[in-house]
């Protein structure tokens, strides 16, 4: 099954708006959480990550939040850019054993309006 | 300052031609190496990790293969392709575990097979 989800496929906002991405994992045993953002044939590229030790992590117009008991977080955009559109993949991974896998969900297209 | 460099951009393969990816990284020793892929409307999947030379575990089974000849190199091949190996294939590389660190990305290769 899925283990990281992103329920909206796509989002659309007006320029200077908020917005708000979500994210629903199942693994227990996650606890780094990530934001990407994917360009149009570009390749995805970190954007902002939060560790389980925290619930919030904040940088510029971008924070994350973790719901580790809802097993949930969520990316808040603030004064939405028409750069801002793009692909948003949500990720996770676990610390436990020998773990180097980072599991993606499929993405929020987000689309910017000016 | 880091280089990762995929090729080919794109291919298009014959149902049960031989298919080799490749991946280089340049300036940084000794990283973690991945192969992702993504079908087409899909979900980015881990399919191999290599944290030494020689060394790759393979994380799902899409009947390919993967192998770390040197340090910085990382291949990806099958002997036969089948039509659900269609999609985007991307390289990556980390400093520590994908699970808990920064993803960098190429710029990917995609592969139609007919």
């Known amino acids: 099954g899925q283990q990281v989800k992103q329920s909206s496929p796509s989002l659309t906002v007006q320029e200077g708006g908020i917005l708000i991405l979500n994210c629903d994992y199942e693994n227990d045993m996650f606890d780094y959480f990530a934001w990407y953002k994917k360009y149009p044939d570009n390749s995805p590229t970190l954007l902002i990550s939060v560790r389980s030790n925290v619930d919030k992590r904040e940088d510029g117009r971008f924070t994350v939040f973790l719901n580790k008991s809802g097993k949930h977080f969520s990316l808040h955009i603030t004064a939405s850019q028409p750069e801002d559109t793009a692909v948003y993949l949500c990720?996770?991974?676990?610390?436990?054993?020998?773990?180097?896998?980072?599991?993606f969900g499929k993405g929020t297209l987000l689309t910017v309006t000016p | 300052a880091q280089t990762i460099h995929q090729w080919p951009v794109a291919e298009i393969k014959a149902v049960g031609s031989p298919l080799s990816l490749g991946c280089t990284i340049k300036g940084k020793s000794s990283p973690n190496l991945y192969w992702y892929w993504q079908a087409t409307g899909g979900t980015l999947q881990q399919l191999f990790y290599?944290?030494?030379?020689?060394?790759v575990e393979s994380v799902v089974q899409l009947n390919l293969s993967a192998s770390r000849p040197k340090d910085d190199q990382f291949i990806l091949s099958t002997e036969k392709l089948l039509l659900s190996h269609s999609g985007f294939y991307l390289c990556a590389w980390s400093l520590g575990r994908a699970s808990q660190n920064t993803l960098y990305f190429g710029a990917g290769t995609r592969l139609s097979v007919l």
């Open positions: 990720a996770a991974g676990g610390s436990g054993g020998s773990n180097y896998k980072l599991t």
């Open positions: 290599s944290i030494t030379v020689g060394q």
